[in-house]
């Protein structure tokens, strides 16, 4: 039994060099070109949006989910400054 199974491991290993070798490079480039197209979009993200949130809602009456703001004043830096 032992004799047999090589040719059957030595097959697989062949199956997944050919199924896999090819695909790096254009793996590897997806990735890279991915990073650079994030990069460039982050320099040219406005200033005013967060930087994980395209629509954002938070003004000085609304919340970051889009609520209403229930416990500081439009003043206040500190969302709980008026809770005693």
Same mark, same amino acid.
């Given at each position: 039994m032992g004799s047999n199974s090589m040719p059957v491991r030595i097959a697989h $290993?062949?199956?997944?060099?050919? #199924?896999d070798f090819y /695909? %790096? *490079?254009a793996i590897v480039t997806e990735g890279?070109?991915? &990073?650079? !197209? $994030?990069?460039? !979009? &982050? #320099? %040219? @993200? *406005? !200033?005013?949006?967060f930087p994980h949130n395209h629509v954002n *809602? /938070? %003004?000085k009456e609304i919340n970051r989910l889009g609520r *209403? @703001?229930?416990y500081a004043e439009p003043g206040d830096t500190w969302a709980f400054a008026g809770c005693s």
């Open positions: $290993g062949w199956a997944i060099a050919w #199924l /695909q %790096t *490079p890279a070109f991915s &990073e650079v !197209k $994030g990069f460039f !979009k &982050e #320099l %040219t @993200r *406005p !200033k005013e949006n *809602p /938070q %003004t *209403p @703001r229930q």
